[in-house]
């Protein structure tokens, strides 16, 4: 597996809109011995603390295995297809879960992270609103 380094639609004309200097990060870590690690965890398993920061929205990565969840939590749209993808960064890999784009992806596919500022619908629960609003990142199949 290679990694492409993949460029943000708005920073070749040196633009970012509002939603995007308020994105979430989504950031692994290096440890001493080379592993990576998202989330980023205090300690690695050599039980060092991290020695550096990896924005995993400047790489591609490839779905390992992907579901469709049919009966999902209020808010959260239906279906919902989560993958797990793996990112590799300088013969190390590190791997993440999150939504996808389209239901409309393979194993093997490259995706690339993309923002997401709700990724439920906040008022469909029954707590308060401003307890389930989340963003983040789902995966985006690369054509």
């Known amino acids: ?3 492409e380094n993949t460029a943000d639609s708005n ?3 040196g633009t970012n809109t509002a939603e995007e200097e308020n994105q979430s990060e989504l950031t692994a870590v290096r440890y001493a011995d080379g592993s990576l690690g998202y989330p980023a965890h ?3 398993s050599d039980g060092n603390p991290p020695v550096d920061t990896i924005d995993l929205r400047e790489y591609t990565a490839e779905i390992i295995t992907w579901t469709k969840a049919t009966a999902t939590p209020p ?3 239906e279906p919902n297809t989560l ?3 793996e990112f590799e960064i300088d013969d190390e890999s590190v791997r993440a879960i999150g939504q996808v784009t389209t239901t409309e992806i393979t194993i093997g596919d490259r995706v690339e992270p993309v923002y997401v500022s ?3 619908d906040p008022t469909a ?3 308060e609103p401003d307890s389930q609003a989340w963003d983040g990142y789902r995966f985006k199949p690369i054509k």
Do not use: N, P
């Open 125 to 127: 629960g029954i707590r």
């Open 75 to 77: 808010g959260v749209r």
């Open 42 to 44: 205090t300690l690695g």
């Open 11 to 13: 920073t070749s004309t």
């Open 83 to 85: 993958a797990i993808v």
């Open 118 to 120: 709700e990724l439920r």
């Open 1 to 3: 597996m290679t990694d």
